[in-house]
């Protein structure tokens, strides 16, 4: 695992989007060989999801032959709910770019059975090639996705029920309404997520200082869902200052990349 430490939010936004853009440009996407692509919703995404808008205007990037796949979707709120992470996806970023509507997946809140909508999202990926790489964000918990504390490094795509510290933190986007807020989640398991052959996870702030000092220097431990990303191959946690603040070792000293 690699961490790659700037002194603030707009670092880290600037560097991933950066570095997105290389990663799908060096790739060569075509029609028959798409980049896919795992994306996340969440506050902390924001900032990179500009920064390609933005570069996507100035012709520095297309999505043409980007295939998209969401990690995680309320249950119960429909694709058209100002809250449903399809929504955030369609106003943060897929309806300012060339991306064409059939290449973008987020899982469907609405199945009428949503076991068969986890095991047809799986298949999805699986057809799709698997992902090139997959960006994330982290809970104040250690999750990934939705899965929380406790969640198996094994699951696949699943209905999860949210921790009681996600439903708090997630009530600013309901107006701090926590019974605005859905309990069930479908989300990519754990398992799906390793399988990316590159992930890259956004941690900005203090308030998850906590969960990447457990992650980075903590042992492997599904009680930090993040910790998981000790065992893949080409992982990175791209964090600020802030949320570096609770690492001890002085390796960390080395990995600050300041813009
Ligand atoms: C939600 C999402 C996660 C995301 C997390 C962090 O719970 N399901 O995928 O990583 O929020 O959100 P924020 O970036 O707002 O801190």
Redesign the pocket.
Known sequence: MELSIHRDYQGICRWTADYLIERIKAFGPTRERPFVLGL??????LGVYRALVSAYNEGKISFAHVLTFN??EYLGLPGDHPQSYRYFMEESLFRHVDISPGNTHVPNGMAVEPLKECAAYEEAIKNAGGMELIL?????NG????NEPGSSFGSRTRVEVLANE?IM??AKFFDGELSEVPTR?I?MGIGTVMEAREIII?A?GQ??ARAIQEAVEGPLNHHCPLSVLQMHQNATIVCDEEAAQELRYRTVLQNKTWD
Request: proline residues 8%.
């Open positions: 996340p919703t969440g506050s902390t995404p990690m995680d994330g964000g982290v809970g104040a999750h990934i996705a939705f996600t933190s997630n989640a989300t956004l900005s308030q998850k």
